[in-house]
């Protein structure tokens, strides 16, 4: 028995490294992260959020962060740790954060929570996420005027609706350019394993694609694409360092105003289990500047963005045809409603591929 | 055509550096030491690695901080595991954690450089054949390196006087050292040899694999590489086939969902493993049977006097 209980212990050990410091009286506040705070995509921009939330009120605030957090069983330990350090609000800032997350804040009802991605709710846990299916449109739009083969290569983490619902959206788009755009998807089954997803990136462009987008968190994919002299679109944070002449565009996650608002409300004492999910109207995430394309094109994405800005365009306008020919439930009258988007876990017409699991 | 050859470039590609660090820990686990700390002493070495060419601005430099870090690396576990006596399971995770948090720390300031990868061997004529040439005179020095070392260490355990003391060690420690051999320092030299794999591996990845540093960027290759060694029951002709194949599937089922085969992709992401472990089972249930472990592996030995 000696030898598991000392894997166990070390394991335990690995979930990460803490840092905090330490202030008399001031509202801990508490950050769960996926992966390192140096991945240059999701956690990093997290991160970026929580330094500006330090900044702004740094004077009343202290706050703590634990990166290389697993999602499943071992996040509860971890958000627990948090709890117990005497954290009164608490990010977890990954999808499968979701049921651990709901786990701890039955536990302590008196410490708030905030989930970034999913959609279960407590009156002391909140969920937020952001409409990036609108920077996936107008990614589409691009990339149907850019490839010249018709094929795109699109890189997928898991098949959760958040992702399913970005390739949909990325290809209704296509489609109003290319009606026989095509693309090819590969699940890395990680969110961060830059090898693979810079064999996944390989595999597409060998297949034919000459515009890749990925849904995972390393920039590998970028540098292959610039290596290879294909086009590519950058995740979560600027990548355009990894393929000056690569990148087309990036959908940049801006959690800094939602974390200011949320710890204020804290602070105030009028903080509630709210559901925030903000598109480009909401400053929750940005489109990096178009670059490396004509400018007809990048007036397209321009036009596109404002459009979707100002609410007079909406990518899963109806109809929107499923894989099997058949029209979607409308839902929310002209469009699709969030509960559909949110919940998405089917493909439109016009991707060959099938769904994972379905 | 064009397409085989690509996928065979991405399965080398993908198989170096497992094979890079399951060699030196095969040689490890044959004096009779377990050291589980290879993915902390790859990543190290991807950190100082990309530190090195880095700085220097020369891949081989790069590639020898890499050797240079996982060698310290292993030298930390040879000193509680060897010399202290500590279990070595317990200090081989605890290597892990370390390499770990330390890789993070000295990659902090390099995290967002990019460098130039290590160019490919180029021989007019030879490299320009058609299918086979750039996958046998088209690939990085690594790649070649990796061939090397498998077919140095298959040489140095079969057919030296020297390889036949270290497996000795390996499996009747008390044996070997009424011989009068030194044990220990035989032991230190293959952990160290060990952690300079691990450290060479690690380096492979920001130095060929994709150019750039970021913290966890071996994301469990060394535990894949331990497997290995495992599965493949400390024979390296046996390492290569394992070696080659996790790649080879890995890179497949990578394409198998490019051109849309209908297999969930999960079952897909989990072929490499399977496919790995089922294969090398076979391989050794064909011949002799039985376990093949070196008989003192992972156990401590204090000489007696």
């Known amino acids: 028995m000696r030898k598991p209980l000392l ?6 050990l690995l979930a990460g490294s803490v840092s905090a410091a330490s202030a008399a009286e001031k509202l801990k506040v508490g950050f769960i992260y996926l992966g390192p705070i140096g991945d240059l995509g999701w956690t990093y921009q997290h991160d970026l959020g929580r330094q500006a939330l330090v900044k702004e009120l740094g004077d009343q605030i202290e706050t703590t962060y634990l990166e290389n957090v697993p999602e499943g069983p071992d996040a509860e330990r971890s958000i627990e740790q948090l709890v117990r350090a005497g954290n009164k609000l608490i990010f977890t800032t990954s999808f499968g954060y979701m049921d651990p997350t709901l786990k701890v ?31 996936r449109y107008i990614q589409g739009l691009i990339a149907a005027k850019m490839s010249k083969s018709g094929v795109l290569g699109y890189i997928g983490s898991f098949p959760i609706p958040e992702v399913v619902s970005g390739i949909n959206a990325t290809m ?3 489609q109003t350019i290319n009606p026989n755009i095509k693309v090819k998807i ?13 064999d996944a990136a390989k595999a597409l462009i060998d297949q034919g694609a000459d515009v890749i987008m990925q849904h995972t968190d390393s920039p590998a994919a970028m540098q292959i694409a610039s290596e290879r002299g294909k086009l590519a679109f950058g995740q979560d944070s600027e990548m ?17 105003p939602y974390y200011i608002e949320r710890v204020k409300a804290e602070l105030a004492g009028t903080w509630k289990s709210e559901d925030s999910w903000g598109g480009l109207d909401s400053h929750m995430f940005a489109m990096a500047p178009y670059t490396n394309m ?16 100002a609410g007079k365009l909406h990518p899963f306008k109806c109809p929107v045809v499923g894989q099997d020919g058949k029209e979607i439930e409308c839902k929310g009258g002209a469009n699709l409603d969030d509960g559909q988007i949110l919940g998405m876990n089917f493909y439109i017409k016009g991707i060959d591929d099938k769904l994972p699991g379905k | 055509m064009e397409l085989v050859e690509a996928i065979i470039l991405a399965v080398l590609a993908a198989s170096t550096p497992l094979l890079i660090a399951a060699t030196g820990e095969l040689v490890t686990e044959r004096a009779g030491v377990l050291n589980l700390g290879v993915e902390g002493m790859m990543i190290v070495g991807a950190a100082c690695g990309f530190a090195g060419a880095w700085l220097t601005g020369s891949i081989f430099i790069g590639a020898l901080f890499g050797i240079v870090a996982g060698t310290a690396m292993s030298l930390i576990f040879a000193l509680m595991a060897l010399g202290l006596a500590v279990n070595q399971v317990a200090t081989g995770l605890a290597l892990t954690i370390l390499g770990i948090g330390l890789s993070g720390l000295i990659g902090a300031g390099f995290v967002g450089e990019r460098i130039k990868p290590a160019v490919d061997l180029y021989i007019p004529g030879l490299t320009d054949i058609p299918l086979v040439g750039r996958v046998l005179f088209g690939e990085n020095a690594f790649v070649y390196c990796s061939i090397a070392l498998i077919i140095g260490v298959w040489w140095f355990l079969y057919r030296t006087r020297a390889g036949l003391i270290l497996r000795a060690c390996g499996d009747n420690h008390v044996s070997a050292h009424a011989l009068g051999y030194p044990v220990l320092r035989i032991r230190t030299f293959a952990v160290m040899f060990g952690g300079a794999c691990a450290g060479l591996a690690g380096a492979y990845l920001p130095l060929a694999y994709t150019p750039f540093f970021i913290p966890g960027m071996t994301a469990g290759r060394g535990w894949i590489a331990l497997a290995l060694v495992v599965f493949s029951s400390w024979r390296p002709g046996r390492l290569v086939v394992g070696a080659y194949l996790f790649g080879a599937v890995t890179i497949l089922q990578l394409h198998a969902q490019g051109w849309g085969v209908g297999i969930p992709s999960q079952f897909m992401s989990a072929l490499p493993y399977l496919a790995t472990v089922i294969v090398l089972v076979l391989l050794s249930r064909a011949r002799t049977g039985g ?7 992972g156990t401590v030995f204090v000489p007696d006097r």
């Open chain 1, 7 to 12: 894997a166990l212990a070390a394991g335990l």
């Open chain 1, 105 to 135: 804040a039955k536990k302590y009802p008196n410490v708030h929570f905030e989930h970034a991605t999913g959609y279960k709710r407590n009156p002391n846990m909140s969920t937020y996420s952001a409409k990036w299916y609108q920077g």
């Open chain 1, 172 to 174: 209704v788009a296509a």
């Open chain 1, 186 to 198: 590969i699940w890395a089954n990680t969110w961060f394993d830059p090898g693979k997803e810079a």
């Open chain 1, 240 to 256: 355009i360092k990894f393929g000056p002449k690569t990148q087309l565009t990036s959908i940049l996650d801006t959690w800094g």
């Open chain 1, 294 to 309: 004509p400018d007809d094109v990048k007036k397209i994405a321009e036009d596109a963005q404002a459009a979707i800005t």
């Open chain 2, 291 to 297: 376990s093949t472990a070196p008989a003192a592996l």
